[in-house]
């Protein structure tokens, strides 16, 4: 069974500062795709990223990075010069190739505030 | 504007009351799905649709049906709907059921059964 955690339930940081959110997650399969998704407080949820199994590259999208480490699991995102529009819930998803119904596995997710 | 489209976006009701949450997506995608939101436990899937007339369960069936006679419609309904369904709801497409496809999801229905 695959399982996604996200250790930090929430997270307060001062305008400017740089953050991290976790996500370490658990799968038997070869092959799996790992996403950020942000739920902004007016609640729907945006796409952030896509990561294959098979592509350790880290990526860099202007103020956001993204660390794939496969060798412990983890999908850690980074925001450099956090802004208050930061502010929101950050959720890490699992999917499988394998997996009947094209099943997203989420983390809990982490809200994160970004104080002015 | 591609998007998913949920109704209705809030909705208080009664223990037993039967209410059906729509969805439709003008994207052409084949696969649909629903989740819920609870607090601490992300999303779970409902039940997702990988075509017309194609419909399974996903990891929290219990209490939901669906119906998919149209590509762009897939309500979700719930027939005798009870307090442990109160929750956030969210539809979601994507254009094949292939899982390194994002789905995209609408702006979600908060469901408060009394």
């Known amino acids: 069974a695959q399982k996604v955690t996200q250790a930090q339930t929430e997270i307060s940081v001062v305008e400017k500062e740089d953050v991290t959110l976790d996500c370490v997650y658990e799968t038997r399969d070869t092959t799996y795709y790992l996403f950020w998704y942000k739920q902004p407080p007016s609640g729907e949820l945006v796409f952030l990223i896509r990561?294959?199994?098979?592509?350790?590259q880290n990526e860099i999208s202007g103020r956001y990075s993204w660390n794939f480490q496969k060798s412990t699991s983890s999908f850690n995102f980074t925001i450099t010069a956090s802004q208050v529009v930061d502010s929101a819930v950050y959720f890490c998803a699992l999917s499988q190739p394998y997996n009947a119904g094209n099943m997203l596995t989420f983390g809990g997710g982490t809200r994160l505030m970004v104080k002015p | 504007e591609a998007q998913v489209t949920q109704n209705p976006r809030y909705l208080i009701t009664v223990t037993g009351k039967k209410l059906t949450v729509t969805c439709s997506q003008n994207?052409?995608?084949?696969?649909m799905s629903w989740y819920r939101q609870d607090p601490g436990l992300g999303l779970r899937q409902i039940y997702y649709?990988?075509?017309?007339?194609?419909?399974d369960k996903g990891d929290v069936p219990e209490g939901y049906k669906v119906s998919r006679k149209e590509k762009r419609n897939f309500p979700l309904i719930l027939e005798s709907p009870s307090p442990n369904q109160t929750s956030l709801y969210f539809c979601?497409?994507?254009?094949?059921?292939?899982?390194?496809?994002?789905?995209?999801f609408g702006d979600g229905t908060r469901l408060s059964i009394l």
């Open positions: 649709s990988m075509n017309v007339e194609v419909t």
């Open positions: 979601a497409s994507s254009p094949t059921g292939v899982s390194n496809q994002p789905q995209h």
């Open positions: 990561r294959n199994s098979f592509d350790e």
């Open positions: 994207m052409n995608h084949e696969y």
